[in-house]
């Protein structure tokens, strides 16, 4: 049975930081390309950021570029999305997920899914 657990999520205010944390089980979590995907209320789920396999290739999307970071340890089978200077259009829910061995950017490629953990930024 493989289970995504997302964590970190909360009510900050516009310019803080939070680390949000996906804990993968049931799943050997170094074949699993990892992503942060989104959903603001109204609106489509959209990609976030994504990770490879070891962890040396990493995909941003614009509106988050430089502002966040995607990292991984396989060994604790974790990936996290460190998010700097919010804003209050990251107010989302934020989803990671897993594919096994490829490494796209893509969400339909995207075979499992978190349950997602709630960001809202205050202005």
């Known amino acids: 049975q493989v289970q995504l657990v997302e964590s970190g999520g909360g009510l900050v205010q516009a310019g803080a930081s939070l680390r949000l944390s996906c804990a993968g089980s049931g799943l050997t979590f170094s074949t699993f390309t990892m992503g942060w995907f989104r959903q603001a209320p109204g609106k489509d789920r959209e990609l976030v950021a994504v990770?490879?396999?070891?962890?040396?290739?990493?995909y941003y999307a614009d509106p988050v570029k430089g502002r966040f970071t995607i990292s991984r340890d396989n060994a604790k089978n974790t990936v996290w999305l460190q998010m700097n200077s919010l804003k209050p259009e990251d107010t989302a829910i934020y989803y990671c997920?897993?594919?096994?061995?490829?490494?796209?950017?893509?969400?339909?490629?995207?075979?499992?899914w978190g349950q997602g953990t709630q960001v809202t930024v205050s202005s």
């Open positions: 990770i490879n396999r070891p962890g040396g290739a990493k």
């Open positions: 997920a897993a594919v096994q061995y490829v490494y796209t950017t893509k969400q339909d490629d995207y075979h499992y």
